[in-house]
């Protein structure tokens, strides 16, 4: 079973900032191969 992850809008911000960008496309990354399964808050 792949593990569910909540992820919040900062996060999606991370991605374009330079202290936090290759940490977040790395993220990225994994969301797109479907390694977990994204959540967000309703």
Not at 3 to 16: A, K, N, Q
């Amino acid at each position: 079973m792949k593990p569910r992850v909540y992820i919040d809008t900062s996060v999606v911000g991370g991605y374009f900032d330079e202290e936090f960008s290759d940490d977040t496309k790395k993220f990225f990354d994994r969301i797109f191969n479907e390694d977990f399964i994204i959540n967000s808050k309703k």
